[in-house]
C-alpha cells in the first residue's frame, strides 16, 4: 500500500536556526497537509496545499513558517527561524483525487522537532 | 467552524471486555467523521469513515462505530478489546459542505486507550 514518507524523523536544532522538513505524498494525491502535535496532545491543523498554492491556514502558521512543492514529488515545510515552542511532532498528510471531500487523509510518521 | 470533542483523556478496559471511546462534533452542515490511531511514534492510522448511509460504520481491527445525528455523537466501539488495542484515539469531522480544496481535518484532542491483561 502507498505510504506518505517524511524525513527525517528526528531532526534537532539550535533556536533561531532554519529548518526544513520533507514529505513525499502518495503519488496520485492532490492535497497536501501539514500538521503538528505536541507531545502527544492534540493535532494541530497548519496548512493545506492543492495546485501549487496554500488553499487554508491556520493561526499558527505565520509567518515564519513556508511550504513549497518544489518537484513533482516533495512537499516541504520550512521553519525560518525556529522558536522552542517550535518543538513538536510534525505530521505531513494527503488525501486522495475524489471531488467529493470525503476521503480520509494518509499520514506520514512524522518529523520530532526539537528546538533547543 | 468545525470542532471535535472527546470527552475522556484516558480509557481503561479489561481485555476481553467491549470497549467505547466518545466523540461530539460541531458543524455548519453535514459531517464527513473519521477515526484515526495513533501507536507511540508512529503517525496517524485511519481506521473508520462515516459518509452517508447506513449510522453503524465497521473499519479495521474490529473497530466500528455509531453515528447519531441527533446526538451529534460519533463514538468508537469494539465488541472484545485486545491488549494491543492500546494506543491514542483521534475523532475527526470535515464539513460536508467543504469546497474546493478546503478539505483539511480538524481533530478532537484525544483519548488513551489502555487495555488491562
Known amino acids: 500500500e502507498p505510504e506518505v514518507t517524511q524525513t527525517p524523523s528526528h531532526q534537532v536544532t539550535q533556536m533561531g536556526q532554519e529548518v526544513i522538513l520533507r514529505c513525499v505524498p502518495i503519488?496520485?494525491?492532490?492535497?497536501f497537509y501539514w500538521y503538528r502535535q505536541i507531545l502527544g496532545q492534540k493535532v494541530e491543523f497548519l496548512v493545506s496545499f492543492y495546485n501549487n498554492e496554500i488553499s487554508e491556514k491556520s493561526e499558527i502558521f505565520d509567518d515564519q513558517f513556508s511550504v513549497e512543492r518544489p518537484d513533482g514529488s516533495n512537499f516541504t515545510l520550512k521553519i525560518r527561524s525556529t522558536k522552542l515552542e517550535d518543538s513538536a511532532m510534525y505530521f505531513c498528510?494527503?488525501?486522495?483525487?475524489?471531488?467529493?471531500?470525503?476521503?480520509?487523509?494518509?499520514f506520514g510518521n512524522g518529523t520530532r522537532l526539537t528546538v533547543t | 467552524a468545525q470542532s471535535v470533542a472527546q470527552p475522556e483523556d484516558q480509557v481503561n478496559v479489561a481485555e476481553g471486555n467491549p470497549l467505547t471511546v466518545k466523540c461530539t462534533y460541531s458543524v455548519s452542515g453535514n459531517p464527513y467523521l473519521f477515526w484515526y490511531v495513533q501507536y507511540p511514534n508512529r503517525g496517524l492510522q485511519f481506521l473508520l469513515k462515516y459518509i452517508t448511509g447506513d449510522n453503524l460504520v465497521k473499519g479495521s481491527y474490529g473497530f466500528e462505530a455509531e453515528f447519531n445525528k441527533s446526538q451529534t455523537s460519533f463514538h468508537l466501539k469494539k465488541p472484545s478489546a485486545l491488549v494491543s488495542d492500546s494506543a491514542l484515539y483521534f475523532c475527526a469531522v470535515r464539513d460536508r459542505i467543504s469546497s474546493g480544496s478546503a478539505r483539511q481535518l480538524t481533530f478532537g484532542s484525544g483519548t488513551q486507550l489502555t487495555v488491562l491483561p
Open positions: 498528510a494527503s488525501d486522495g483525487s475524489g471531488v467529493l471531500p470525503n476521503s480520509p487523509l494518509h
Open positions: 503519488s496520485n494525491h492532490l492535497y
